[in-house]
């Protein structure tokens, strides 16, 4: 069955009306037609399966079948902390990792970053709507949360005593990041919350690097190969949640 998510205001007693996009969606993309069932998510951890009452392109409703918990969110709480990027590789990013079972986004303004890269307020529209749509797809049970781009220290700040934190460099002395896991997990508990930076285009600087250890945030490497800064983000992502059991 298709997959929308809704505001919870959408759903009132029993009946459950869609936004005009997702209407036209059904009605004209979809061609679903009055009794089909859909699934239907609230962003707050509930599933509904609903039956369609009326299918209009400018108005479709219809009414709760069932109601139980979402399934397939991740145990581990990861927050990709990303670079801003050239052209359209974020967005790849953003796909991707929301396929993966990353939690959060926030775009990063780094040295490195190039001036073309800085987002123009209606990418972030266009970025929910990817990210929405591949949670869709991928049969999440929340949506990833999408932060508004902070340059590099601030996104430092912001993690400081919130889980635990790696920044991916390709450089220098550091453990990778599976070992890195891996001997925390030996001294503690599975980390519940995990703060993931990935860098722009030529990495980040050392004064970058030195600027996040001091924030306590660990330098790690992604494997013995260079990748790409767009494919940096969904191997981290992937080692972390599977480290996590949450690829299982």
């Known amino acids: 069955m298709q997959r929308f998510f809704v505001s919870p205001r959408a759903i009132d007693r029993g009946q459950v009306e869609f936004a005009r996009d997702q209407s036209r969606q059904i009605a004209t993309v979809l061609r679903a037609r009055v009794g089909e069932r859909v699934i239907v998510l609230d962003n707050q951890g509930w599933l509904y399966e609903v039956r369609l009452d009326q299918?209009?392109?400018?108005?479709?409703?219809?009414?709760?079948?069932?109601?139980?918990?979402?399934?397939?969110?991740?145990?581990?709480?990861l927050t990709l902390y990303t670079a801003l990027l050239?052209?359209?590789?974020l967005e790849l990013v953003f796909q991707k990792?929301?396929?993966i079972g990353v939690s959060g986004f926030v775009p990063i303004i780094c040295e490195r970053c190039v001036v073309g890269s800085i987002v123009p307020q209606h990418r972030q529209a266009r970025w929910e709507r990817i990210i929405t749509e591949a949670a869709e797809q991928s049969e999440r049970g929340r949506l990833p949360s999408l932060q508004p781009a902070m340059l590099f220290q601030q996104a430092c700040e912001q993690v400081r005593g919130r889980g635990l934190s790696f920044i991916a460099w390709e450089r220098g002395e550091r453990s990778s990041l599976r070992a890195a896991l891996a001997a925390?997990?030996?001294?503690n508990t599975r980390p519940f919350v995990v703060n993931l930076f990935t860098g722009p285009e030529g990495g980040f600087t050392?004064?970058?690097?030195?600027?996040?250890?001091?924030?306590?945030i660990i330098p790690v490497g992604l494997g013995p190969r260079i990748l790409r800064?767009?494919?940096?983000?969904?191997?981290?992502?992937?080692?972390v949640l599977a480290h996590g059991g949450d690829l299982e």
């Open 206 to 216: 050392e004064d970058e690097i030195a600027t996040a250890s001091a924030y306590g």
């Open 55 to 77: 299918v209009h392109p400018e108005a479709t409703w219809g009414t709760v079948i069932a109601r139980r918990l979402a399934p397939n969110e991740p145990r581990t709480k």
């Open 229 to 239: 800064a767009e494919t940096a983000p969904i191997v981290g992502a992937t080692l």
């Open 86 to 89: 050239k052209g359209d590789k």
């Open 97 to 99: 990792c929301t396929e």
């Open 184 to 187: 925390h997990a030996r001294e």
